[in-house]
């Protein structure tokens, strides 16, 4: 089996095509030989390891950190985790494959504590004993790093790696030897972070690295990474990989959650595919595993990995931003002299890691946020100063990035979030009163055209899956026949049906004539859905090309700001 | 000093105003200053402990609007307590006591059973109100005064030795002693740092290991104990007597402190003092008619200096993360 | 990434059936839910009717006694209904100054001060208007609602402006109409000489006093009335979809383009203009001029009336015919049994806790499919 390249430069070339390995749930017999040891240890440098550090040894196998026999979990009618097993050796990175909703997360979190099993076996270290909550699980030696950071703000980074177990003198709180403590980690994993820097000033890259240095500063084997790649540039998640490799190598255990095909490839020793709930595959030949044996494990069926799509007849300008300035939450400035234009008929995407000034920009042009200076134009229209119902009866369709936050009234039913846009308008309200069997009509032949799942459109939306709640701001906005369409991360936290559902209708909307405006942290997602694609950095647009052969690598450096 | 003046710009120039009103006054009036300051302070002891309680519960994510009530209940029992069983320490005990179980009910509610906390709050003023007022008798008497004493040397320290520690009951004492200790303890303690974690970003303090919900529910009800000495002070100290609604809102005057201190011990109490001054130096004023406004006016001061100081403060200062959002754990 | 499925096949595609592990009757479970909040209600007065009992029998009285009182005095004495249903106006509109704030997010606690500075300036108004027969009754009422609705707007602009919680600013505002209206009717306009030692404004024209008809005084009619009306704008109308939108995510309601500030402003000032008349109305239709105790503690049940009626305006109407029973019935209550009418204010009290408890305990009653989306949705996927 051949050694994955582990100076942490840059993500192994995909190799030749192969076939997955089946499910196969019989455990293997214990056997201590060299050959034997040689062919289940998936990283090779631990066998370099002195014995304690490593596990391995003679009659110790590969030490187990974590075996997980048949562990469900349901909540209510959900089925989160079915029958799972898996394990997790010292020094091994195991990936933890799914789409959005498959599970991955669920699992984990039972592992760090925060929900109970409802049945089966969590094994650490050969200790049988249930996991009670966080603390129990961090003093057993797992640390967890979660999607959603999990530091406080306002506190420094010494103040948040000590929360918890701090260190004290005479009583008082001791910040010498927690900063002490966080260099010194901070240098021997590569993870530089200043102790007395308030968190909320931090970029995101730096908070991640942050919340790593808080995991490693407890006692771990096995270090959890919940998507810890999803708000990073390409460089940034290089870099994570290496550490990742790094402590690996060095018999911290690694499980690492994500969607993302290629960086499995790229980093993983053994993954797991998890599908509805339930363990559907398990690779350990990496090297022989392409991206669409991992798909294809992951969705269930044969994939094809890009949108069908004609090319584009760009038409009129339906945009123009110019030299556009925004301030961000705080003041600062995150939109930095933007511009753009949009034709009809054409997907411009806009790539960019999260934080550049995309979120403030789509709120600018929605009218959700005060534009300091520069114009944006919609066709003849100047919609600058535009409130967002100008903006909306003006033409512009808004697929807002924070769907539960502003895309829908949770407590509403699905029809009134249908036309909550449209409410005080002919047909569903005459002179200021609601017409309410014109706003169920409407509701249910959108519930039909975008497959809304619901037990009925006077359902609340907030009852429903992500990707529904998606189909319904998605059918909304797309059913006004805008000129113009926002679509903000499209598909966050999307299944992966709604997904192709939600791209073919974007698609849709462009052929219809509308002008779309993507944005998106998702590469892959730009790079199949544009025609034009405009990376963005530091709240400004660097560099416009074409989709169509476009360079992923350039792409990335322009994303992190090499340009 | 000089950035820090610059960021403080409005509570400075209030304090060189208030520095100055007073040197005023001291050198041309000392004994009708000193007794104006001494009103203040007084006016300002249930204002301080009030205040704690606030900062207490919303450093550590609960709003507590109930502190009125808290307020009243425990200036109810104490003074009843006093008076029916001939003992002013269980007077004490009792005021103390109600205190913490009107925490405790906050706490309770609010944390575990995630109610409302502002409603939670409004309710216990209401309940509050409903039963000092029905079980109300007029003509009882406290069965002795509350003893004051001057500290030995600290009382000989020219204008704050006379304000604060001569003459002095040991709850205003009390009142000195937490301001202090409790801001220690939150800048520089363990306690403190969770108490603040928990209030500006508890899962944080949850993946921490931390209990979120036993502390904000031991915080809570414990804070309450200062309520319950505040409503003592009232009623068994600054006045020997217990009138309905006595408390006229002296516990949202807190809370616009607790704001107006930036959610910070020290700072409330300035502001406490403030108040207490403003006050005073008002119907020093309009007794010596140097103002001529009609007196049930000039009482609505304190509230209308409530009104002016939030809108001043709103923008300016930062609340706790958290506070006012019940905690929930997921899944489990 | 994206992923495609292969092409379709041939044949029409049939609907794709709801799959099994997607929650199902949600529906269903809201219908329960709006029940059991109903449930909820009964079970909290008949917990408070309980407590009360209690309360009642450690002053030595018979429960069933006091209860038979109280309702024989509201009810069914000659002219009770009349008294109740005067009683009952104010607390509608009282009631209903909580409700339409509450719907959009807001706690207007501010009801007392509304309806007592309103009633004042409505006192002095009105006897200044002596000779104007009826249209000192107009006059009245409408400055009632004008001085309610400023007086709840300085609140609602302090929060629009400065964003300070209106929960403070109300009470303090209470506090603050209360010393005012004491400076008006002892050192200042409104100040009228009078025998008893009680100071009060001046009485008010006879023609200017609000009529009773058939035993159903005037203020109640039109008080209901509101009630149905505000019930109405709110479910039916696009104003009231902008209230409850701001009410139920103000984020939301900013992505459609709805003016927060705006809803915030005029939900105040409605609920200071029904305030306000309740404060005119009960000038002109019971006390006949001004005295600072007018009302006693209107402003506050009406918070009890607005829980208890479920943030419905329509329910007010019941709610506040159950206070004003029992406010009425009290002094029936305390002439034959002794017992202080302030029991009303505890049972009131009592109520208003058991009732908020798990009404507005957002989580414990919330439906089972939330609970499984909250869960399936948080912490990541």
């Given amino acids: ?563 | 000093m000089a950035a820090w003046i610059q960021r403080n710009k409005f509570s400075v120039i209030l304090g060189v105003v208030v520095l100055v009103l007073a040197y005023i006054y001291y050198f041309s009036d000392k004994t009708t200053a000193l007794s104006m300051y001494r009103y203040a302070w007084t006016y300002a002891v249930p204002l301080v402990l009030c205040a704690l309680v606030g900062v207490i519960g919303e450093r550590s994510g609960v709003v507590n609007i109930g502190i009125e009530g808290q307020l009243l209940v425990s200036a109810f029992a104490g003074f009843f307590g006093a008076a029916y069983s001939g003992s002013l320490i269980v007077g004490i005990l009792s005021g103390v006591g109600c205190g913490l179980i009107l925490g405790g009910f906050l706490a309770w509610t609010t944390v575990k059973w995630r109610m409302d906390q502002i409603i939670a709050g409004v309710v216990l003023n209401i309940v509050a109100t409903g039963i000092t007022s029905f079980y109300y008798k007029p003509g009882q008497l406290l069965p002795a005064l509350m003893p004051h004493w001057s500290i030995p040397g600290l009382s000989s320290i020219p204008l704050i030795g006379e304000v604060f520690f001569k003459g002095t009951g040991v709850i205003a004492l009390i009142a000195i002693i937490a301001v202090f200790g409790i801001h220690f303890a939150l800048f520089k303690t363990t306690w403190g740092l969770r108490t603040r974690a928990i209030g500006e970003y508890p899962s944080a303090a949850d993946t921490a290991g931390i209990n979120v919900i036993t502390m904000r529910l031991v915080n809570v009800t414990l804070a309450g104990a200062l309520a319950g000495l505040a409503g003592v002070f009232l009623s068994m100290d600054s006045t020997s007597s217990f009138e309905r609604g006595m408390s006229a809102g002296r516990g949202f005057l807190a809370l616009a402190i607790m704001i107006f201190g930036a959610w910070r011990p020290l700072r409330a109490a300035a502001a406490a003092l403030f108040f207490g001054f403003v006050t005073a130096a008002a119907s020093q004023l309009q007794a010596d008619q140097v103002i001529n406004v009609p007196p049930q006016l000039v009482g609505t001061l304190p509230y209308v200096l409530t009104l002016v100081v939030l809108a001043v403060a709103a923008g300016r200062v930062r609340a706790p993360g958290a506070v006012g959002q019940p905690f929930v754990k997921e899944g489990k | 990434m994206s992923v495609t499925p292969e092409p379709p096949p041939t044949t029409a595609p049939t609907k794709a059936p709801n799959p099994p592990d997607e929650p199902t009757g949600a529906g269903l479970f809201s219908l329960i839910l709006r029940r059991q909040s109903i449930v909820v209600i009964l079970v909290a007065l008949l917990g408070s009717v309980l407590i009360g009992a209690a309360l009642i029998r450690y002053q030595g009285v018979s429960p069933w006694y006091a209860y038979q009182t109280i309702f024989k005095e509201a009810l069914l004495v000659d002219g009770g209904l009349t008294r109740t249903l005067l009683k009952t106006a104010p607390l509608i509109l009282t009631g209903l100054a909580v409700v339409i704030p509450l719907r959009v997010g807001l706690f207007n606690i501010g009801g007392q001060g509304q309806f007592v500075i309103s009633a004042a300036v409505a006192g002095v108004t009105a006897y200044a208007a002596r000779g104007a027969g009826f249209g000192a009754l107009i006059i009245g009422l409408l400055v009632g609602v004008l001085v309610g609705a400023m007086w709840a707007s300085i609140a609602a602009l302090l929060k629009t402006w400065r964003g300070v919680h209106e929960v403070i600013t109300t009470i303090m505002l209470n506090n603050i109409a209360a010393g005012i209206i004491w400076w008006m009717v002892t050192t200042g306009p409104g100040a009228f000489k009078n025998t008893s030692q009680i100071p009060m404004t001046g009485p008010i024209d006879k023609a200017a006093w609000m009529p009773t008809i058939a035993g159903i005084p005037l203020g109640f009619v039109i008080a209901a009335a509101l009630a149905i009306l505000c019930g109405w704008m709110l479910s039916r109308t696009t104003m009231g979809f902008r209230f409850d939108t701001v009410g139920k995510n103000k984020f939301a309601a900013g992505y459609a383009g709805i003016p927060i500030n705006r809803v915030i402003l005029l939900s105040m000032v409605l609920a200071g203009g029904l305030a306000g008349l309740a404060g005119a109305m009960e000038v002109h239709g019971v006390m006949h001029h001004f005295e600072p105790a007018i009302g006693g503690t209107l402003g506050f049940d009406g918070i009890t009336i607005a829980l208890l009626a479920r943030s419905n305006p329509i329910w007010t109407i019941p709610a506040a015919f159950l206070v004003g029973i029992l406010r009425t019935g009290a002094a029936g209550l305390q002439f034959a049994t002794g017992i202080a009418p302030e029991i009303v204010d505890l049972i009131l009290a009592i109520t208003l806790l058991l009732v908020s408890i798990p009404v507005l305990g957002r989580w414990i009653f919330r439906s089972r499919a939330d609970k499984v989306q909250a869960a399936a949705t948080s912490w990541g996927n």
């Fill in chain 1, 1 to 563: 089996m051949s050694t994955p390249a582990n100076d942490g430069t840059q993500p192994r070339g995909i190799p030749t095509e192969g076939t997955p390995t089946e499910y196969d749930p019989t455990v293997p017999e214990v056997d201590t030989s060299e050959e034997h040891l040689a062919a289940i240890v998936t990283n090779e440098e631990i066998l370099a390891l002195p014995a304690e550090v490593s596990g391995f040894g003679a009659g110790n196998v590969g030490e187990v950190i974590l075996d997980v026999k048949n562990l469900s979990k349901s909540f209510g009618s959900v089925h989160a985790n079915k029958d799972i097993t898996l394990q997790v050796r010292r020094g091994e990175i195991v990936a933890l494959l799914g789409e959005n909703g498959a599970g991955k997360s669920t699992l984990m979190n039972q592992i760090f504590g925060l929900i109970t099993p409802d049945t089966g076996e969590v094994t650490i270290k050969g200790d049988k004993t249930p996991i009670k909550d966080p603390k129990d699980a961090i003093s057993r030696g797992i640390g967890m790093v979660h999607q959603h950071f999990q530091l406080v703000p306002v506190m420094t980074v010494a103040e948040n790696v000590m929360l918890g177990h701090e260190t004290t003198k005479g009583g008082v709180l001791d910040l010498d030897t927690a900063r002490a403590m966080v260099r010194e980690l901070s240098e021997k994993h590569n993870l530089a972070v200043d102790p007395d820097a308030d968190v909320e000033d931090l970029p995101v890259g730096t908070q991640q690295r942050v919340e790593i240095v808080k995991a490693l500063s407890r006692k771990v084997d096995l270090l959890i990474l919940d998507e810890p790649t999803a708000v990073l540039t390409p460089q940034e998640t290089d870099e994570l990989l290496g550490v990742m490799r790094d402590l690996a190598n060095g018999g911290t255990s690694i499980v690492f959650i994500t969607h993302k095909l290629r960086e499995v490839l790229a980093v993983a020793d053994h993954v797991y595919v998890l599908r509805h709930g339930a363990v559907v595959g398990e690779v350990t030949d990496i090297a022989n595993t392409t991206t669409t044996d991992l798909a294809t494990m992951m969705v269930g069926r044969s994939v094809v990995l890009n949108v069908e799509k004609d090319a584009a007849t760009p038409g009129e300008v339906v945009l123009q931003i110019e030299n556009l300035h925004v301030k961000d939450d705080r003041n600062l400035g995150a939109v930095n002299g933007f511009d753009l234009q949009v034709r009809a008929g054409e997907i411009v995407g806009v790539a960019g890691v999260e934080g550049n000034g995309q979120r403030e920009l789509v709120e600018a042009l929605a009218g959700m946020r005060k534009v300091v200076s520069g114009t944006m134009r919609l066709g003849d229209l100047d919609l600058t100063k535009a409130n967002p119902y100008q903006t909306h009866h003006a033409g512009v369709g808004h697929i807002p990035e924070d769907r539960e936050k502003h895309g829908l009234v949770g407590a509403y039913s699905i029809a009134d979030n249908l036309v909550l846009n449209e409410y005080d308008q002919e047909p569903f309200a005459k002179s200021g009163v609601r017409q309410f069997d014109k706003i169920r009509a409407y509701a249910e032949k959108l519930r039909e055209e975008f497959d809304i799942r619901s037990s009925g459109v006077g359902q609340s939306a907030g009852s429903l899956s992500g990707g529904n709640k998606q189909k319904v701001v998605v059918a909304r906005e797309l059913s006004f026949g805008p000129k113009l369409l926002m679509a903000a991360q499209p598909t966050r936290g999307v299944d992966v049906g709604s997904i192709e559902f939600i791209h073919k209708r974007i698609v849709a909307a462009r052929d219809g004539g509308a002008g779309v405006l993507l944005v998106s942290a998702e590469l892959d997602e730009i790079l199949s859905l544009a025609d034009r694609i405009a990376v963005v950095h530091g709240g400004k647009v660097v560099k416009e090309m074409a989709a169509e052969g476009a360079d992923r690598a350039e792409i990335g450096r322009l994303m992190a700001g090499d340009h």
